[in-house]
């Protein structure tokens, strides 16, 4: 046991690069942000048209940290 | 009920054929020898990025998902959308956790999340615990699917029989039997380009006819639009719905299907490729929850040819109104179809995931412990016909309405599995009884939180004079990691001299 405890080192597979995670965490998680209707765009109140681009910011960053994390 | 539509039910009937056919090919697709266990449930985990793109996004968006989730924002408005979030938090998760999870379980020969702790804490019991869950949490789920089923049979107008929804899962059960997971993943790419194009469709061409979006989100009443501001001291709605999508989030991947997706891809980086890819099905999602909306301004409730309908299915009725009452008839058979496979193939994933956990962590580990390969692959394709069986006789129990309510008290279930499952992966710190301990204490409290609201998920919590109303699965996630790290503590102290067992070494992790 204490011979693969030591052998533990999570180095090789962690990246700081990870913490960009947080952004999109923190943007969707925390509705004060967004529960408002205005501005809207094309009638889309913003409450919801912000969530849907989050998945979009989202989806990006996590591409954007496979590329660099991948490399 | 209105008259049978013809034409919706024809174009239904040959979309069905089709997959049908598939399903049963798919035994021939990527061929392996379907008499051992990793080949029948997991598909030999031969899948690359774009085939697991199409299974994981065909298994986690369910028909409850087409149904239910626009049958919310039709029925309370705004706080449907934590949908959203749920699907933005999940795929960190996916990303960081499950790739680690995927070596491992390829490293061992692990099948299942029981395989995995029972090997990574030798502890049968609490692998039991985790084995049990699963299942618990599994057959209302597909039990949920089926009623996605009963949704659009009653929308084509059949009603007073059980028989489509029976054929259906006579269907759906001999392909799973015959060609075990391959067959989800064949008919996913055809399930998930068909609602593509009814998703599309709908967003397209509904709000056009209704007068645009802002004229549609006018007709939402006003207190629906957004969630309401909470008052002083008090988390209000912004806390439920964050902890909801949370909550949620932290849940999903557990669930035996998830993972019996995700084992089945080929590499630790096909699974990291989807955390970047699956988001397209959360945009799809969100599009739908938004045709809930649409329903509400198009006011299709109060139209007498659906009256029948609401009356059956509740809200839930909202989707396949609108349809019915925007689409042509040859395109509605289009989109009930995406719904009606929609609800098979996550079906059908769910019931091999939970026959692989019961031949594995039930039979072979309590009852027949040297069952040759063939033997544990025949029995898993039995159970997975019992285990759909008794789903279906489950709906016969469970009120529609409720259906989005139960997938959450699963949820609340499920998320107990987190810390040996998660927590594992990256460590063996914490004790293996600890760990049990902690899910019992989480599982009851869950259980009885969820009660005493109705089966609700938001619990109002109070702490001193705060309000923080919660999602039940969140709140009794902390109550159980505090449990396992508390005795993880105490046992430790206790104990000078302890045998940890492990079969699991660092470098089986990652790559």
């Not at chain 2, 008499?35 to 409850?64: C, K, N, P």
């Not at chain 2, 799973?176 to 469709?201: E, F």
Request: glycine share 8%.
């Amino acid at each position: 046991m204490s011979n693969t405890e030591a052998k533990r080192g999570e180095r090789s597979t962690w990246s700081w690069w990870y913490l960009l995670f947080l952004i999109q965490f923190a943007a969707v998680l925390w509705p004060p942000l967004y529960n408002r209707a205005e501005p809207a765009l094309l009638g889309l109140p913003f409450f919801y048209w912000y969530q849907l681009a989050c998945i979009v910011v989202a989806a990006v960053i996590t591409a954007l940290i496979y590329l660099i994390t991948e490399s | 009920m209105h008259d049978v539509n013809w034409v919706a039910l024809s174009v239904f009937v040959l979309l069905f054929g089709l997959i049908t056919w598939l399903g049963f090919a798919a035994a021939r697709w990527r061929q392996g020898d379907l008499d051992q266990l990793h080949e029948w449930g997991l598909a030999g985990r031969r899948f690359g990025t774009l085939i697991t793109w199409f299974l994981v996004g065909g298994d986690l968006y369910t028909a409850y998902t087409f149904i239910a989730v626009p049958a919310l924002a039709f029925g309370a408005g705004a706080v449907a959308f934590f949908a959203v979030p749920y699907t933005v938090a999940v795929y960190p998760l996916l990303f960081l956790v499950f790739p680690r999870l995927w070596h491992v379980c390829h490293k061992h020969g692990y099948i299942t999340a029981g395989d995995f702790v029972r090997g990574r804490y030798g502890n049968r019991w609490l692998a039991l615990a985790i084995t049990l869950t699963g299942i618990v949490a599994t057959m209302p789920y597909i039990a949920l699917q089926l009623v996605g089923l009963q949704v659009v049979i009653g929308g084509l107008g059949i009603s007073g029989t059980d028989l489509p929804l029976i054929i259906a899962f006579l269907i759906l059960a001999a392909f799973t039997y015959t060609s075990g997971l391959r067959a989800p993943a064949s008919i996913a790419i055809v399930k998930d380009l068909l609602i593509y194009v009814t998703a599309l469709a709908a967003v397209i061409v509904i709000p056009i006819r209704l007068g645009g979006l802002g004229r549609i989100f006018a007709a939402v009443p006003h207190e629906q639009l957004l969630l309401a501001v909470p008052a002083p001291h008090s988390a209000g709605a912004y806390g439920a719905y964050a902890t909801l999508a949370l909550g949620s989030a932290l849940a999903l991947l557990l669930y035996p299907h998830s993972l019996t997706a995700i084992l089945s891809a080929s590499s630790g980086r096909a699974i990291r490729r989807n955390a970047a890819l699956l988001p397209g099905y959360s945009l799809m999602l969100g599009l739908l929850a938004l045709v809930g909306f649409f329903a509400l301004a198009a006011g299709v409730a109060k139209l007498p040819e659906f009256a029948a309908g609401f009356e059956q299915f509740g809200n839930n009725f909202a989707v396949p109104a609108l349809f019915l009452h925007s689409f042509p008839d040859w395109f509605v058979g289009v989109a009930f179809a995406a719904i009606g496979i929609g609800a098979l193939v996550p079906a059908a994933i769910m019931s091999i995931a939970a026959a692989n956990l019961y031949t594995r962590n039930i039979h072979c580990e309590f009852i027949n412990r040297n069952p040759t390969p063939k033997q544990e692959a025949q029995l898993a394709k039995w159970v997975s016909l019992i285990v759909k069986a008794g789903a279906l006789v489950f709906i016969l129990f469970v009120p529609t309405k409720f259906a989005i309510y139960l997938q959450l008290l699963g949820g609340i279930w499920m998320i107990q599995t987190l810390p040996a499952l998660v927590i594992g992966v990256y460590t063996r710190w914490l004790n293996d009884w600890a760990l049990l301990v902690g899910w019992a204490v989480g599982t009851y409290a869950g259980t009885a939180m969820a009660i005493s609201q109705d089966l609700k998920p938001a619990y109002p919590l109070k702490l001193g004079d705060w309000n923080l109303p919660g999602y039940t699965a969140f709140y009794t996630l902390i109550v159980n990691l505090g449990i396992a790290i508390v005795l993880t503590l105490a046992l430790n102290a206790l104990s000078a001299r302890r045998v940890v067992a492990d079969e699991t070494v660092a470098t089986d992790y990652h790559a």
